[in-house]
């Protein structure tokens, strides 16, 4: 007897393969799904309308507008945040019908990155550029040939990078199990990205008032620094080892005390009175929390 009769060849195993593949995809629960594209959308015509605030109309002819218009940078931060509340929704979804799969988890992913790391840093970029034409910035300023804008445009960049980072570090390192998200390493690119839309709304929001607390120059002087210093904070934020607390599963779920509902009751009728200022009082909160309660810690542990 031969050898290739003794040893047949191995048989072909990649139509196999091919086919479970196929199988994987069409298990794939759809509610989930929509909600995690409906996320990406949302992301989109963030970065839309943020492209959008820097053009104006006159007679049919496109200009410039300095500063940014502050309507259609309130829109994008707005939908920015209804990308928050898909992406909380879909996998909410996934969890509660147990369709949890790695074709949702890659999906996930790719949309986060758009709504979380594209356009927030766009947001930011779009908010803060006019305002050196307004402001008559000198090129060159920093010496090197490094510009203010080009500056700024790297502080976008740090953002986007540090967010796609976050998110993979995230898929390693996540467990489907809903016991193991009660807290996160490393701020959450959702905050990340709600500190950022939160900061541009308040900044476009005093825009409009007829009277604000500040001028109109010191007002876009503030901006153009606080904007960008804290895009950069929550990005080097995102890929630390800081502990986050996951709100919903900490703040908001289970039984609570009455109190505990009174003072959540309150701090929403005053989010109505001011929403700008709560809201975004409340992101900077939560986004101080990781290293401030580092520091807490390391307090405590060196006097006990």
């Not at 799904?33 to 970065?47: D, E, K």
């Not at 929001?205 to 153009?224: H, M, N, V, Y």
């Not at 502990?243 to 005390?257: E, F, L, T």
């Amino acid at each position: 007897m031969s050898d290739t009769q003794q040893n047949p060849p191995p048989a072909d195993d990649r139509p196999a393969r091919h086919e479970k593949r196929h199988r994987i995809l069409q298990a794939t629960a759809v509610l989930p799904s929509l909600c995690t594209t409906l996320n990406a959308i949302s992301g989109f015509g963030a970065i839309h309308f943020a492209f959008k605030a820097r053009f104006d109309l006159v007679d049919g002819t496109v200009i410039q507008a300095v500063p940014a218009d502050p309507k259609n940078l309130m829109i994008a931060a707005g939908l920015i945040f209804l990308a928050m509340f898909f992406d909380m929704l879909d996998g909410r979804l996934a969890r509660m019908t147990r369709k949890t799969s790695e074709f949702g988890a890659q999906l996930d992913s790719l949309c986060d990155a758009v709504s979380f790391g594209v356009a927030p840093a766009v947001l930011m970029l779009q908010a803060v550029a006019p305002m050196f034409v307004y402001f008559r910035v000198e090129k060159e300023v920093l010496g090197a040939g490094l510009s203010l804008d080009r500056l700024v445009w790297c502080v976008a960049a740090v953002y986007m990078s540090c967010a796609v980072l976050r998110l993979a570090r995230f898929n390693v390192e996540n467990a489907p199990d809903e016991s193991a998200h009660m807290s996160f390493k490393g701020l959450p690119s959702p905050g990340a990205a709600a500190a950022v839309a939160a900061m541009t709304m308040l900044y476009a929001w005093l825009e409009t008032l007829e009277k604000r607390p500040f001028s109109e120059d010191t007002l876009r002087g503030i901006a153009i620094v606080l904007l960008p210093a804290v895009t950069l904070l929550v990005g080097l934020l995102m890929v630390s080892r800081f502990r986050y607390p996951h709100v919903v599963n900490q703040y908001i779920r289970g039984k609570r005390s009455f109190m505990y509902l009174v003072q959540l009751v309150i701090l929403l009728l005053v989010g109505l009175i001011w929403p700008f200022v709560i809201v975004a009082a409340v992101i900077m909160f939560y986004v101080l929390l990781g290293p401030v309660g580092a520091i807490v810690r390391r307090a405590r542990h060196r006097t006990t």
